[in-house]
Every structure is written in C-alpha cells, then in structure tokens.
C-alpha cells in the first residue's frame, strides 16, 4: 500500500514539474541546451561503442572478459552482448563487478572508467560558460 501511494506520489510530483516547466516558460529562463545534451547523448553512445568493439575485438586476441570470476566459452554473439554490457556498465557506473576484464583490458577499462567520470563535468562546464557568455 505504500510502494503504491508512494509510486503515484511520484508521478503527481513528476507531472506537476513538467506542466510548471511548460507552461510556467521555466525552459525560456533556463539554461539547458538541447545542442549540448544531444552532444552529450552522442558523445556516450560513441563512447560505449567504440569501447565495447575494442573489448570485442580483444576477446578474439586473449583479451577476455571473466563472468563471476570464471572464463566461459560464449558465442561471438554472446560475446558481442557481453562487451556491450561491460563497456555500459563500466562508462556509467564504474562497474558492478560480475564481469571481470583482464590483460590490457583492465587498462581498457580503467581509461573508460576516466572518461564516463569526467564526460559530464565537462559538459557541465560547458553548459555555465555557454551562460555566461551570453550566447
């Protein structure tokens, strides 16, 4: 009963900010960029892609990637699967632990972790200096 309450609470709140933010012209004042968050959207997919196929790429030289500690015969697809949810996992939240790169993917890894850490700083920075100077 309280999840419940709790859930539609949630959606009240959501709702009323969204028609706050529209018909309130909140979004005139703002400083949110479409431009810079479209940026942003691609800049991480890009990302994530190019460091998944390294990861896939890698697995095929002996750069492999362990599930639950354990190395595991996988198909290319599966494989594939597993680079993509690795290199997701490693760019948005440093990593969960359930798959293990090593070798040179531990360096993959590590410059990943770098880039997803400091991506949305840099783009925060971006976003203030866009306000500032008055474009």
């Not at 440093?94 to 070798?103: A, E, L, Q, R």
């Amino acid at each position: 009963m309280i999840a419940v309450i709790s859930i539609l609470f949630i959606v009240v709140l959501l709702l009323a900010s969204m028609v706050a933010f529209i018909f309130g012209k909140a979004h005139l004042r703002s400083t949110f960029s479409y431009e810079i968050f479209y940026t942003l959207l691609v800049v991480y997919f890009i990302v994530l892609t190019s460091f998944a196929l390294l990861y896939f790429v890698l697995s095929f030289q002996g750069v492999l990637l362990l599930e639950n500690g354990m190395l595991k015969e996988l198909s290319t697809f599966e494989t594939l699967a597993h680079s993509f949810y690795f290199s997701g996992v490693t760019l948005m939240t440093v990593g969960y632990g359930d798959i293990t790169p090593i070798g040179w993917g531990r360096l993959l890894a590590l410059i990943e972790a770098l880039i997803g850490f400091i991506l949305p700083p840099a783009f925060f920075l971006k976003v203030w200096q866009h306000k500032y100077d008055g474009n």
